[in-house]
C-alpha cells in the first residue's frame, strides 16, 4: 500500500466472514449470512470506489475472500495477523494511513448497504478544517457508523454498544470539538444490519446492487 499521496482515505474493518453477523443467529443459516455479509461489504466498496472526495481506501481483514474483494474493487488489503476486534483493527488501519502520510481517516463497517457515493462525499465536505472528528450514529443512536479523524491516529476507537457517545466525548477530551451528525442526513451510513427486521428491510435495495441480488434470489421472510 502507498497512501503518500495524501488526502482522505477509508478504512473498512471486515471480521472473517465465517465470523459475521453471529446477532442474526436464531433467524438465519451461516452460510446465508456469509452470503450477506460479502453481498454488503461489495456494496460499501462500490460507493468509497465511486466516491470523489477519496484518495483512497482499504479493508482490514484476516479473511482472505474480503481481501480480494478490496483489491476487486480498486481498494487495498490491509492483511490483520491476528484477529483482536474492530477497534484494534481500525487502530492498526490508522497507524498504517499515519504512517504513510494520510490527512484523514474515515472509517465505517461493511454492513451498509446502503451508503451512497454522495453521502461519502457530503460527509467528508462537512468535515472541519485541522485537527477534526466527525461522526454519523446509527439509527438507534448508540453505535457510530462514520467516524472522520484528522489526523488518521488522532483519537481513541472504542467501537461497539454506546461507541458514539465515547467517540463524542474522546474528541472532546483532546480538546475537539466534534462534528455531530443526526442519521437522518445520512442514512445510508445510519443504517446498519443487526437485527432480521433490518435485513427485511434491505428488500427495497435496487436490484443493482450486491444486496438487493442477494435477497431477490433468497426467499428471507
Given amino acids: 500500500m502507498n497512501a503518500k499521496t495524501g488526502g482522505i482515505w477509508a478504512v473498512v474493518p471486515v471480521k472473517p466472514f465465517t465470523l459475521a453477523k453471529q446477532r442474526l443467529a436464531g433467524a438465519f443459516t451461516p452460510l446465508f449470512r456469509q452470503e450477506l455479509a460479502q453481498a454488503m461489504l461489495c456494496d460499501v466498496l462500490a460507493a468509497l470506489r465511486e466516491a470523489r472526495a477519496l484518495a483512497g481506501f482499504a479493508v482490514i481483514t484476516a479473511d482472505l475472500q474480503a481481501g480480494r474483494l478490496a483489491r476487486d474493487h480498486g481498494g487495498h488489503w490491509l492483511i490483520e495477523r491476528e484477529v483482536r476486534g474492530l477497534n484494534a483493527a481500525a487502530t492498526e488501519a490508522a497507524a498504517v494511513l499515519a504512517a504513510e502520510g494520510c490527512a484523514a481517516a474515515l472509517v465505517l463497517p461493511g454492513d451498509l448497504p446502503a451508503v451512497t457515493a454522495t453521502e461519502i462525499d457530503g460527509f467528508i465536505a462537512s468535515h472541519g478544517p485541522g485537527r477534526a472528528v466527525s461522526l454519523i450514529p446509527a439509527e438507534?443512536?448508540?453505535?457510530?457508523?462514520?467516524?472522520?479523524?484528522?489526523?488518521?491516529?488522532?483519537?481513541?476507537?472504542?467501537?461497539?454498544?454506546?461507541?458514539?457517545?465515547?467517540?463524542?466525548?474522546?474528541?472532546?477530551?483532546?480538546?475537539?470539538?466534534?462534528?455531530?451528525?443526526?442519521?437522518?442526513?445520512?442514512?445510508?451510513?445510519?443504517?446498519?444490519?443487526?437485527?432480521?427486521?433490518?435485513?427485511?428491510?434491505?428488500?427495497?435495495?435496487?436490484?443493482?446492487?450486491?444486496?438487493?441480488?442477494?435477497l431477490a434470489s433468497v426467499r428471507c421472510s
Fill in 140 to 214: 438507534d443512536r448508540q453505535g457510530t457508523n462514520g467516524l472522520l479523524v484528522t489526523p488518521p491516529a488522532a483519537l481513541d476507537f472504542a467501537f461497539g454498544p454506546g461507541s458514539f457517545a465515547r467517540h463524542r466525548e474522546g474528541a472532546r477530551a483532546l480538546g475537539i470539538v466534534p462534528q455531530l451528525h443526526e442519521p437522518e442526513r445520512f442514512p445510508g451510513f445510519a443504517r446498519d444490519i443487526d437485527t432480521p427486521q433490518a435485513v427485511r428491510r434491505l428488500r427495497g435495495l435496487p436490484p443493482s446492487s450486491s444486496t438487493g441480488r442477494l
